[in-house]
């Protein structure tokens, strides 16, 4: 049986290039729908770094890795996953491989700012939520604009933002090109 070396490294909060040596983080290996990986008696959720960085074998397979701050709700003084978790990243392990992934934690703002751009696209797009939802959405993006207004700035978010406004090559195939706009 040949297993595969998973090397996490988790980042300070906001800075996707320092590793967050003084926090610990607790890392998550599930399964593509988010069950946790359970295999040979081990549940491999809730699994704490140490000066940023787990190692751990785990079998071949394809999975989505994150971190908490929190280990979850049966601690003590239990926190809510809130902002206090990282971007998901997908990993392909293979007999023998030895991966590598660092995951980002984003900062409240960074998160707000594109969630603000998810509410607004759904809201310019007519017919694409219920009337209903349409209203309350519309409700939401005056209040997270208001609400990133009285959070500190991001300088990566307000960077990545710039991204929004960039100018999208036209698309040369048809049903193609619409299949992937529908899945903004």
């Known amino acids: 049986m040949s297993t595969a ?3 996490v490294w988790v980042t300070k909060v906001g800075e996707p290039c320092a590793i967050d040596d003084t926090r610990t983080w607790f890392v998550h290996i599930l399964h593509c729908n988010g069950e946790v990986l359970k295999w040979c008696d ?3 959720a809730n699994l704490p770094t140490k000066c940023g ?3 751990v074998e785990i079998p071949p397979g394809c999975y989505i890795v994150v971190a908490t701050w929190s280990p979850g709700a049966a601690t003590t003084a239990p926190t809510t996953l809130g902002n206090h978790i990282s971007h998901l990243q997908i990993v392909r392990a293979n007999c023998g491989d ?3 992934v660092t995951l980002f934690p984003p900062t409240l703002h ?3 700012v594109w969630w603000l751009v998810a509410l607004r696209e759904a809201t310019a797009v007519r017919g694409a939520l219920a ?3 349409q209203k309350h959405a519309q409700e939401a993006v005056r209040a997270a604009e ?4 009285a959070l500190p700035a991001d300088p990566l978010a307000e960077n990545m933002l ?5 100018q999208r090559p036209k698309s040369e195939g048809g049903a193609r090109s619409a299949s992937k706009k529908g899945a903004k």
């Open 162 to 166: 710039k991204i929004e406004q960039e």
């Open 131 to 133: 009337p209903n939802a």
């Open 53 to 55: 960085h787990l190692e």
């Open 98 to 100: 030895h991966v590598c």
């Open 5 to 7: 070396k998973l090397n």
């Open 146 to 149: 208001a609400f990133l207004k």
């Open 110 to 112: 960074f998160c707000g």
């Open 42 to 44: 081990r549940r491999y």
